[in-house]
């Protein structure tokens, strides 16, 4: 049998493509703790509009509420014992709840000790043998409605920071030749979905404070980005920021023998013949192959969100309204001024200052090929800027060089040491030595 798989270039824009996009958006929306059990118990109570259900349709349905119910008691025995903290403070959430606390109140008994926190007397249930899926109700009802609210929140925070994003982006494209327009910014404003993240869905990172997923165009903020007015604001920005840059869309098609007999395959697998999806090769200057400039990608959208929401006194504010000229002048002198800030644009601001001095290079051939889709050309893909970019790190440093780098970053594990002596064999003239550099060695590289 033979078979090869074509790939296309797509547009961002492709109609087909933003229809992946929105099917794929309901896939990826996050579960809070006891979702999936409440829903099932919807689906059982729930009748059909005409007549009974039918008898397998009810087997199927209390079988899936007979797992849920067994998942949620699984789930809570697991978190309290493991993560005790985001338990405790799961269960001080749901026992706040008014409606949960009346209901607490109808499940005491003359035998309870009378001096028996809310708290505890959930523990003691939750800690018997036998399930209990009335409590287990209860407490999904009551998680629910507090992740409702605090969604609610998000987007009402959202929608401001959507606001000083445009208004920034409407003050740095005009004159500085970056390749996106006004219109593009706020359809894409519109388009992106944000989301709330629960700390016990699956995939929780404690590290992180929110993740754009341009499979499916849509954010999750992590709950501890939200213990804090700006960094929220800022987090919820820094994404923005992500979903806003250039995108390269391919289409792949499996192509099969066209002798080869249709009954062999699945139509439902990946194997079927004619199976097609779109993959996302590249977010801004990172390329999903390898994870290539991840560091790259992240210094200038964490260059853009500090222009944006670096302005902490009255001075920098003015300052960073006249921009020395325009907001584009201030973010190249964040540059000098708080190089060291971020790791990853402190490497980026030596790697743009430094080198082969006959070569001009400045922030502004990053942000143009951050923001630069692909033009596809006789169906080949054509990105100038982001060509121009690394062209010009060539010939400043070397024509591997920055392939190098970048490696050597990715060793580096998100050290701030060690990314720190990569930026300083820059700014020292001795970027040559980055090749033989070994990051996190105990060996004094200067």
Known sequence: MSERLEKRLSSFRNPEYRDVLSFRKHGNRVEFLGERFLQYKKDLETPLLRGQKPAEMLRFQQKNYEDAIKEFQDQTAYFSKEIPGFFNDYLSIITADKNFSEYLQTRRTDTAPTDQTATNFVLAILNEPTADPELYFHMCEAYQRYMERKQLELLAKTEEVKKDVLAFMKKLIPGRRLPITEEYVEKRLKEVTIQLADVFCPGYEAEVAGEYASYSDHILIWPQATKDELGLKKTIAHELFHALSGQTVIKERLIKDPDEPYDNFDEYEDSAPGFSDYKVRRVGLRYAKKDRHRWLNEAITHILTEGLYRAETRAEEEEMEAGLNDVYDFMELFFGKYRGY???????????????????????????????????????????????????????????????????????????????????????????????????????IF
């Open 342 to 444: 971020d790791d990853y644009a402190g490497l980026l601001s030596a790697l743009v200052e430094n080198g082969q001095e006959d070569v001009r290079m400045s922030l502004g051939d990053a942000f143009r090929a951050y923001f630069e889709s692909p033009q596809n050309v006789q169906g080949r893909e054509v990105r100038r800027y982001n060509r121009s970019f690394f062209i010009k790190t060539a010939q400043k440093y070397g024509k591997r060089f920055i392939v190098i780098l970048d490696k050597k970053v990715q060793e580096c594990g998100g050290d701030s040491a060690a990314i720190l002596k990569l930026a300083n064999l820059i700014r020292d003239g001795e970027w040559q030595k980055i090749a033989d550099y070994t990051p996190n060695s105990k060996e004094d």
